[in-house]
């Protein structure tokens, strides 16, 4: 993985990290992935990297949102039902 490639993931790594689970994740998924996902890339590209190196370095910026957040409602789901903390 090249500097630059690391350096995007960490950033992306930091922005997930800032993630919570969406209300109505449920039910509007697909909206809130979108939305999640053109606010990191805005923000990538914001500090100077293409899309084509976001996407190279995490090998499809959409689909790692997607998966971050439903492991975020999952996680958040599990906590409710068990009262203990993923």
């Not at 689970?21 to 914001?46: E, W, Y």
């Not at 100077?48 to 996680?75: D, H, N, W």
């Amino acid at each position: 993985m090249t500097p630059r490639y690391k350096q995007i993931f960490d950033i992306v790594d930091q922005l997930s990290s800032n993630l919570h689970c969406p209300v109505g994740f449920s039910k509007n998924r697909s909206d809130i992935v979108k939305d999640t996902h053109r606010q990191f890339l805005m923000a990538l590209i914001a500090l100077g990297f293409t899309e084509e190196e976001i996407e190279a370095a995490t090998g499809g910026l959409f689909k790692l949102v997607e998966r971050r957040l439903c492991a975020i409602y999952r996680c958040s789901r599990a906590i409710f039902k068990s009262g203990q903390p993923c």
